[in-house]
């Protein structure tokens, strides 16, 4: 019994931990300047518990978007899998959510790119997006190389890009949907016209 309450208390302090880092990032206008003894701080904890659970800052913010992703991956693969919905329109769909969460979660994700986390090919739920995006691509009449367009398309909402375009352009959420949705009917060229996810319940 002892055993188990021990359990409960460290998945209790993780999740206490997580919460504290996901609000300092969110808070803060310079993802760098949040670190370990802050987050540390804010949970209550020592900062040598953040690194023997995490391992190091980079460790900490990759459990953090693992937990964060996970709702996200869920509803994704879900709607991906539903019947009646054209090959193009998952395209849409999918790179629609994943640009959402960059746009929600750009402080974190940037400072997962401080962290040394940044390089898309190695991140845990890139080759996820990854393979729904080239199964979905795959269906789409005259796509020709799904693997590639894939990558290319996932490579337009980097968080760099997205933080660029939000917080230093000042360009609007919605706006920058739209454009995404726009540069995805040219990539994928002449189709049947498929909406804007930003626009279907909108009727």
Known sequence: MAQRAERA????????VLAAADALFAASGSPKSVSMDDIAAAAGVGKG???RRFGDRAGLIGALIASRLEPLERDVRKAQEADGIPARQRVKDLLDA????????????SAAEDAGLSSPYQAAHYGA???????????????RDADFTAHALL???RAD????????????AEGLRASLAAHIDH?????????WPGTRNQE
């Not at 994943?98 to 994700?109: G, Q």
């Not at 890009?161 to 609007?172: C, F, N, S, Y």
């Open 9 to 16: 208390d460290a998945v209790r302090n993780r999740e206490t």
């Open 155 to 157: 490579a337009v909402i």
């Open 129 to 143: 997006w990854h393979e729904l995006l080239r199964v979905a691509l795959a269906q789409v009449p005259g796509e």
């Open 187 to 195: 990539v994928l060229g002449p189709g049947s016209g498929s909406a």
């Open 98 to 109: 994943c640009l959402r969460f960059k746009i929600e979660n750009r402080n974190l994700m």
């Open 49 to 51: 518990t953040l690194f």
């Open 161 to 172: 890009l997205v933080v660029h375009l939000i917080d230093e352009q000042k360009m609007a």
